[in-house]
């Protein structure tokens, strides 16, 4: 039986399995005509809150700065 001739580190052997498979999320362009970003699949569309050509979230958006100072 074949035996591993050196120790794996402890970091080496943490960092081989926290990165073993590891994949990148896939990603497609937004099902609103009027948006086109990419997203995350079988995610609802971050910036305009679309899914499957429905509205299903609405995206709040941030005021600026200078109007709470007013
Ligand atoms: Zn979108």
């Known amino acids: 039986m074949a035996v591993p001739k050196k120790r794996r580190s402890k970091s080496k052997k943490r960092t081989h399995r926290s990165l073993?498979?590891?994949?990148?999320?896939?990603?497609?362009?937004?099902?609103?005509?009027?948006?086109?970003?990419?997203t995350i699949r079988h995610h609802a569309c971050?910036?305009?809150?679309?899914y499957k050509g429905k509205q299903v979230l609405t995206i709040k958006v941030?005021?600026?700065k200078a109007d709470k100072e007013n």
Do not use: A, R, Y
């Open 62 to 64: 941030k005021e600026k």
């Open 20 to 38: 073993w498979k590891i994949s990148s999320p896939q990603m497609q362009v937004c099902s609103n005509p009027n948006c086109d970003e990419l």
């Open 46 to 50: 971050t910036h305009c809150g679309f």
